[in-house]
C-alpha cells in the first residue's frame, strides 16, 4: 500500500483503543474539508490524558488542528466538534478484535490525507493504517503496562514509543532494536497547569483514591489496610467506571469502614478537583498499570501521594517532595504517616518546576524535529 500525502494543514490524530456504541443523537460528519485551516487563538490545554497531548501540539505550534478517533459499533459515523482546532470523530468498525482493523479510518485517510503526526494509543490498530500514513510520524503509547500491547507487525511501523519507564523501553529495544523511545507517559507529564488545582477550605476526607472500579487498580490492599485502622480514617473512593464497584460498596458496608463511594458514571474534572480538596492525601495502589495520569493530578491540586511500590509505571513522580512509595504489606503504616504530615510535602510546586506540558512539549519536540529529519532530510514543518 502507497502511503497517502499529508494534509495541507499540520495536522494531529490521536486514535484511542476506545470501542463505544454509535450515539443515537451523534452529529453527521461535516461535509467541508475536516483539515482546513483553523482561525482563532490556540484553545487551552485542559481535559484527559486523549486531549493533552494534542492540545500541547497545538498550543506549541507543532500542528495547527488535531482529531480524536476512536471505533465505533452501529451507525455510519459520528463527529463532535469542540471548537475551530479539535475534534472528535467516531469510525464504524465491524470487528472489535484487537488490534483494530478500522477501514472506515483507512478511507478517511486515503480520502482526506494523513496527519502529520499519528498517535496511537493501547490496543493499537492493523498495519493498513499505518502504512498509509507511512508519510506522517507515527508514535505509540500504550497506556498500560506491558510497554507494547500489539503484535511486531504493528509496532515495527511506529517512529517513537512514549514508556512509562525504563523497562518499557528496554522491551521496545529487545524487541525492536534502535528504535526511539523515550519515558514520557502521556498521563502524568502532560498535565494541565490549572485544571486541578488548590481551593482551600476544610479538608475533611483523610485520603481519596481516584479510579476505575477494576481489579488491577487493587482497592482490596487499600481496605485491607483500612480495616486494621482505627475506623475514625476517612476515605473516599471516585469512580469513573468499572465493574467492581457494587462488591467494593457490600464490603465497605460489611466492614463498617468511612468510606465513601462515587460513581460510576465518572464526574466532570472539576468536580473531580472540588472532590480532591476534601483530601489530605491521595492514593495509587495499581501495580501492572500505565503511569496514572491521577499521580500529578492529585499533586496539582496540592495533594501528596502514597503509591505502593510496586506500581511498574510512575514511581519517577513519588519524590521527597510529593509523597511516600510503601509495600503493599506496609500500607496501613504508610497511611498514618501521610495523616501526620500531609501538610509538609509541597506537591504542586514540583510538578509545575518538572511535569506540566510546557515542559514536556518542549523534550518531544526535538525528538519529532529529529525524527521529521530523518525522514525527509529537511524541516519544512513538523
Known amino acids: 500500500m502507497t502511503a497517502v500525502p499529508r494534509t495541507k494543514v499540520p495536522s494531529l490524530v490521536v486514535v484511542s483503543d476506545r470501542v463505544d456504541w454509535h450515539p443515537g443523537d451523534a452529529a453527521p460528519w461535516p461535509e467541508e474539508d475536516p483539515w482546513s485551516e483553523p482561525t482563532g487563538d490556540p484553545p487551552a490545554v485542559t481535559g484527559s490524558y486523549l486531549e493533552r497531548l494534542p492540545l500541547a501540539c497545538i498550543a506549541a505550534g507543532i500542528v495547527a488542528r488535531a482529531e480524536i478517533w476512536h471505533h465505533q459499533r452501529g451507525g455510519s459515523g459520528s463527529h463532535r466538534s469542540a471548537g475551530p482546532r479539535l475534534g472528535y470523530r467516531g469510525f464504524p468498525i465491524d470487528d472489535p478484535a484487537p488490534p483494530f482493523d478500522n477501514r472506515a479510518m483507512l478511507d478517511f485517510v486515503q480520502r482526506h490525507g494523513a496527519p502529520h503526526i499519528l498517535v496511537v494509543y493501547g490496543l493499537g490498530v492493523t498495519p493498513a493504517l499505518l502504512e498509509a500514513c507511512g508519510n506522517s510520524i507515527i508514535l505509540y503509547n500504550s497506556i498500560d503496562a506491558p510497554a507494547l500491547r500489539v503484535p ?26 534502535g ?6 507517559p502521556v498521563g502524568p507529564e502532560f498535565a494541565a497547569i490549572d485544571q486541578h488545582q488548590p481551593l ?12 476505575a472500579a477494576q481489579g488491577y487498580k487493587r482497592h482490596d490492599l487499600l481496605l485491607d489496610a483500612l480495616e486494621t485502622l482505627p475506623r475514625a480514617i476517612r476515605a473516599l ?37 472540588r472532590l480532591m480538596n476534601r483530601a489530605r492525601f491521595g492514593v495509587v495502589c495499581g501495580r501492572d498499570d500505565g503511569a496514572p495520569a491521577i499521580l500529578t493530578e492529585y499533586m496539582l491540586a496540592s495533594l501528596p501521594v502514597l503509591c505502593t511500590d510496586d506500581l511498574v509505571c510512575g514511581r519517577q513522580y513519588i519524590l521527597p517532595d510529593t509523597g511516600r512509595c510503601v509495600a503493599p504489606g506496609e500500607l496501613a503504616a504508610g497511611i498514618m504517616a501521610m495523616r501526620a504530615d500531609a501538610a509538609t510535602f509541597l506537591p504542586r510546586d514540583t510538578v509545575l518546576a518538572q511535569w ?16 521529521w529529519l530523518n525522514k525527509y532530510g529537511n524541516i519544512d514543518t513538523c
Open 200 to 211: 482551600g477550605g476544610p479538608r475533611d476526607y483523610d485520603l481519596i483514591y481516584v479510579a
Open 179 to 184: 528504535m526511539a523511545t523515550a519515558i514520557m
Open 237 to 273: 473512593f471516585v469512580f469513573g467506571y468499572g465493574e467492581e464497584a457494587d462488591r467494593l460498596r457490600a464490603r465497605i458496608a460489611d466492614a463498617g469502614l468511612l468510606v465513601d463511594c462515587i460513581g460510576p458514571p465518572g464526574v466532570p474534572i472539576d468536580e473531580v478537583n
Open 152 to 177: 511486531p507487525e504493528v509496532s515495527a511501523r511506529f517512529d517513537l514509543v512514549l514508556t512509562g519507564a525504563e523497562w518499557q523501553s528496554d522491551e521496545v529495544e529487545a524487541r525492536h532494536p
Open 356 to 371: 506540566t506540558w510546557p515542559h514536556t512539549i518542549e523534550r518531544l519536540r526535538p525528538l519529532l524535529e529529529q525524527i
